[in-house]
């Protein structure tokens, strides 16, 4: 699904929201958003062994005995939380006893530690406050270099809200290093911390179906993002539901916006598991723009949480 695509890129965990989404285009479930920006999916269909066992096992949990289920609930966004700590299909990606980026992202992390005690030397001569400043910045340089790391981890994806936290963790270093005069310091820790999100996201030796899948899912990352008006013309005589056969892949890629836009001023036809208000003969580039919505509405519970 759409979600797990950033398991195979990045060895990242399961993005509920976009799994949802891929389900609904697969025709479990349709997704109903209200005038209230609330979200609302319905079951359409039990899901059988067509699917993994742990998308079984997840979508049972998801809906129970029900068959409406609140997307911005609370119970939805746990449900989200503990599937982002998953990867399913790790064991086919990866070798066994490697691919887990967390150690090496903690020693990393630990440069900006260190250099949070140097910034701390820095500000003051007496020691008293250099023990004090060094109890505050020591672990805001750990935390500031782990949220750099995260943000340039998903890089190839969705999660422009943990690249933005990403650049402003990098402006807080610029901050520090003008008020103390640590120039050298603070770029190299910047800088470091990118590169090891940048790494963890290659790390791990990959099996043979790892590197194969990884390399599929970034091909189509580039043909997405790159089709021209003219092949997609020539799709969508065949398939005029092409593009909401696309989006959620787009969307979990982060090319969404820009495969919208070559579908220009060409009115889609009503999304097969989207159910929006109001006039529904909307272009590509808006019918993105609902999508986002649904995503955006799912995710903010989650990320609360987080």
Same mark, same amino acid.
């Given at each position: 699904?759409?979600?797990?695509? *950033? ?15 891929? &389900? ?63 990867? +399913? ?56 270099? &782990? ?25 807080? &270093?610029?901050?520090? *290093? ?98 929006? +208000? ?8 808006? &019918? ?19």
């Amino acid at each position: 699904t759409a979600g797990e695509l *950033g398991c195979c890129v990045s060895g990242l965990g399961v993005d509920f929201p976009l799994m949802i989404l891929s &389900w609904a285009q697969k025709g479990y479930l349709t997704i109903a958003l209200d005038n209230k920006h609330r979200v609302f999916l319905y079951k359409m269909m039990d899901m059988g062994n067509e699917r993994s066992e742990y998308e079984v096992r997840t979508f049972k949990t998801l809906f129970g005995k029900r068959n409406r289920v609140d997307g911005s609930s609370g119970y939805v966004a746990r449900l989200g939380r503990k599937a982002g700590r998953t990867i +399913p299909g790790f064991r086919h990606y990866f070798k066994k006893g490697t691919g887990n980026p967390m150690i090496f992202r903690g020693i990393c992390a630990g440069i900006g530690a260190v250099a949070g005690y140097s910034l701390a030397v820095a500000f003051s001569t007496d020691t008293v406050w250099q023990v004090l400043l060094g109890i505050v910045l020591v672990p805001l340089g750990a935390g500031l270099s &782990w949220l750099i790391q995260e943000g340039a981890r998903g890089i190839r994806l969705r999660h422009v809200p943990d690249l933005l936290i990403a650049l402003g963790c990098c402006g807080i &270093w610029l901050l520090l *290093g003008s008020w103390s005069n640590e120039w050298a310091v603070v770029i190299f820790v910047t800088l470091s911390q990118i590169l090891a999100g940048v790494a963890a996201t290659h790390g791990g030796r990959r099996t043979e179906e790892g590197l194969h899948v990884r390399s599929e899912v970034l091909g189509l990352r580039r043909y997405l993002r790159t089709i021209t008006p003219s092949e997609l013309a020539a799709l969508l005589e065949n398939n005029p539901e092409y593009y909401f056969s696309m989006a959620p892949d787009a969307i979990a890629l982060g090319v969404d916006a820009a495969f919208a836009r070559q579908f220009g001023a060409r009115q889609m036809p009503v999304c097969p598991y989207l159910q929006v +208000p109001g006039n529904q003969n909307m272009t590509a580039q808006q &019918w993105n723009q609902h999508l986002r919505q649904v995503i955006r509405i799912m995710d903010q519970r989650q990320r609360k949480l987080l």
